[in-house]
């Protein structure tokens, strides 16, 4: 069983950058769509990015134009760049697969942007 580990998350200024990592214990060749999903306080866990395995990507409104999502199938990693952060992009952020399955969740990596 494919196990998904996020990392890369942390404090940062609005308009900063940062490159969230979901690594998978095994591979995720087979896995057609991957995404990144957040989950801020008090709020439900929402979509953010996909990208299928021919690369087609995908991302919520709110998110366009900032962020890019990418994956490395030999790797078995799926990546996500956030450029110009802004305080409502503060959550933690999860890596699964679309739909979603409750086996892949992880502990997720948590995002802070600071106004």
């Known amino acids: 069983q494919v196990q998904l580990v996020e990392s890369g998350g942390g404090l940062v200024q609005a308009g900063g950058s940062l490159r969230l990592s979901c690594a998978a214990s095994?591979?995720?060749?087979?896995?057609?769509?991957m995404a990144w999903y957040r989950q801020a306080p008090g709020k439900q866990r929402d979509w953010v990015a996909l990208?299928?395995?021919?690369?087609?990507?995908n991302y919520a409104d709110s998110v366009k134009g900032r962020f890019t999502i990418s994956r490395d199938n030999a790797k078995n990693t799926v990546y996500l760049q956030m450029n110009s952060l802004k305080p409502e992009d503060t959550a933690v952020y999860y890596c699964?697969?679309?739909?979603?399955?409750?086996?892949?969740w992880g502990q997720g990596t948590q995002v802070t942007v600071s106004s």
């Open positions: 699964n697969r679309v739909p979603q399955t409750s086996k892949y």
């Open positions: 095994g591979s995720i060749s087979s896995i057609n769509v």
């Open positions: 990208v299928t395995s021919d690369g087609i990507t």
